[in-house]
């Protein structure tokens, strides 16, 4: 099947195009389940999920946007933010800095000058990020982390307990990496506390419409725009997104700006989102994953739709602005 290649300029043409996607790429079976964490091989493959969340509020769906897993790694970026908003942008990097690694998103690796984790999105350095939680003992910790991921939600979210239980008594390469940052003095003495935080913010639930809404409120300057809730204090947006940008694909983070050219972050059990500054919030999730942890469906959805409106944010024909220009004067308003 062929996309058409037209601007959308009514919500009807975007929804259409989003359909012909999760169309043409429901056939992929390349790719593998995690395994690693055991519970994570019970989902059925043939999940997939688009959802796209605009600045104003509207919501475009294709597929199982309704099916509920748990978020993984994408926590990270919303725990890096609220690092940020409790401890500062400076005190934040003496404990882990922003540097991609090149490594893969587990690596068992630090900075060897500073001996910091090398940025947040990989597991070392969200290890550090969550250890910098502030609360009073475990539930206090998680109660508050909980409060921050429902301001980006916009309703009450629960942990999987299967998940976490499996996280936990596999993770240990995640005890020896948080083990090896406490010798560096890179996080405090509650080691095992951090840890079961970081196995509960990877075992938080969502569904693709929740990631598209918080994605879609980072894209908003830190503000759900369906609640209206301020998630995050819009100073720290640009340290996010930077991270983002720069690391939020391990690995493969180079070969990602260059094809799809937006910030982004990816978990391994299969959800994708992307954030499009100051347009709209964009999440795919399918758990058949690449070799580097990444979601297959979900790539092949972000090259697509960025390609297609040109939302690169280098790319020359200025999509991104164009896109909003006309998807909102069908609609009256999109600032
Ligand atoms: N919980 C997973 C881990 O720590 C998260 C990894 C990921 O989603 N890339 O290994």
């Avoid at 340290?239 to 720069?246: E, G, N, P, R, Y």
């Avoid at 500054?277 to 090259?303: D, K, M, T, W, Y």
């Avoid at 280098?314 to 998807?327: A, I, K, W, Y």
Wanted: with cysteine.
């Amino acid at each position: 099947m062929t996309i058409s290649p037209a601007i959308p300029n009514t919500d009807a043409a975007f929804q259409a195009f989003l359909d012909e996607l999760h169309q043409q790429y429901a056939p992929l079976s390349e790719g593998t389940v995690a395994s690693y964490i055991p519970e994570l091989t019970k989902v059925d493959p043939a999940t997939f999920g688009i959802c796209v969340v605009t600045r104003d509020g509207r919501v475009f769906e294709a597929g199982d946007t309704r099916h509920i897993f748990t978020i993984q790694s994408i926590s990270k970026v919303f725990v890096y933010g609220m690092a940020l908003q409790e401890h500062g942008r400076d005190y934040v990097l003496t404990r882990v800095g922003v540097e991609p690694t090149g490594d893969a998103f587990n690596a068992i690796v630090l900075d060897d000058r500073s001996m910091r984790p090398y940025n947040p999105m990989v597991n070392a350095g969200a290890i550090a990020t969550t250890s910098l939680i502030k609360g009073d003992g475990p539930t206090e910790r998680l109660n508050r982390m909980l409060d921050m991921f429902r301001g980006y939600i916009g309703h009450d979210i629960f942990v999987d307990m299967s998940v976490f239980m499996s996280e936990r008594t596999t993770g240990h390469r995640n005890r020896g990496m948080a083990h090896l940052m406490r010798n560096f003095g890179m996080i405090d003495e509650r080691i095992d506390e951090s840890l079961d935080l970081y196995f509960q913010q990877c075992s938080v639930t969502v569904d693709c419409r929740d990631l598209a809404v918080m994605a879609a409120t980072l894209g908003n300057h830190g503000k759900n725009p369906i609640t209206g809730a301020q998630a995050v204090n819009q100073r720290y947006i640009r340290d996010i997104l930077s991270v983002m940008h720069t690391c939020g694909m391990y690995d493969s983070a180079g070969e990602w700006v260059y094809r799809v050219g937006l910030p982004a972050k990816s978990g391994v059990s299969g959800g994708l989102i992307v954030v499009v500054p100051n347009q709209f919030g964009l999440a795919v999730f399918s758990p058949l994953l690449n070799a580097q942890g990444h979601s297959i469906r979900g790539l092949r959805v972000c090259e697509a739709l960025s390609d297609h409106y040109g939302l690169h944010l280098f790319d020359s024909s200025m999509g991104c602005t164009r896109f909003v220009q006309q998807l909102g004067q069908s609609n009256g308003e999109v600032s």
